[in-house]
């Protein structure tokens, strides 16, 4: 007798739990360092978990809570975190364009406010490895677990850095540093012989940005000469370009 094929399982939210503990865990201690980052700038716990409830980007809080203690108007750095976070734009349709399934419009509200890179990453997964595996119960619980994880190391940092880590100075030097070295392993990561040329572009934006102007110059000095680096450097190497094509 010929076996029969194995019914598909469709992930449940319970297994979406499960697949964001990796995640979770590497948010716990990057939301700690800014909300500790947070309230050494002088902000509050409040004013600190509400930056991670609301905005949920990451990197871009450090930067939005540094811009605003500099002094910096709000609507300026509002403007700078959106160039930073732009590319979220193109998370959705390329989900979208993977995804068979009708979806719930209640559903895809939800998990789409919590569709952060890892979020993105864990998705695009599911999907390349088994497209009808992929549910919407499972997305939810995915980024809804990762925005508790990041809203719960925001709150302990908040609260642990008002004053109860005093006692402990390197503790506290670390995880002030966590960010500098977040960002150090991103460059040090990119430092390929096919990135080298939009790193370079992207630094010596942020340079002239920084000695002319301002640090919100800066930031968009930096990403703009990294993308249009990245752009030149794709249409140098593009099939058409290269002589690969033939009719």
Not at 59 to 64: D, E, K
Not at 183 to 193: D, G, I, R, T, V
Request: glycine content about 8%; some cysteine.
């Amino acid at each position: 007798m010929p076996e029969t094929p194995l019914p598909n399982k469709t992930s449940s939210f319970k297994e979406g739990v499960f697949d964001s503990l990796p995640i979770a865990i590497g948010y716990i201690p990057i939301s700690f360092a800014f909300g500790l980052s947070a309230v050494k700038l002088g902000f509050t716990p409040l004013e600190a978990i509400f930056f991670s409830c609301v905005i949920y980007a990451g990197a871009s809080q450090f930067v939005i809570t540094a811009l605003l203690s500099a002094g910096m108007s709000l609507w300026v750095a509002a403007f700078t975190v959106m160039a930073m976070d732009i590319r979220h734009i193109l998370y959705g349709p390329a989900l979208r364009h993977r995804i068979k399934q009708k979806l719930s419009e209640k559903k895809t509200v939800i998990w789409a406010f919590g569709l952060t890179d890892e979020v993105f990453a864990a998705a695009t997964t599911k999907l390349i490895k088994n497209q009808r595996s992929w549910s919407e119960n499972w997305m939810v619980a995915i980024a809804m677990c990762s925005w508790f994880s990041w809203i719960l190391g925001t709150m302990a940092g908040a609260i642990l850095g008002n004053g109860y880590l005093d006692s402990y100075p390197a503790v506290e030097a670390a995880m002030t540093f966590m960010l500098p070295a977040l960002f150090l392993s991103f460059l040090l990561a990119s430092f390929k012989k096919q990135n080298s040329y939009c790193v370079v572009a992207a630094l010596s934006g942020a340079l002239i940005g920084i000695t002319f102007f301002s640090i919100p110059i800066a930031i968009l000095a930096g990403i703009l000469g990294g993308c249009l680096a990245a752009l030149l450097q794709a249409d140098k190497t593009s099939p058409l370009n290269n002589g690969t094509l033939h009719d």
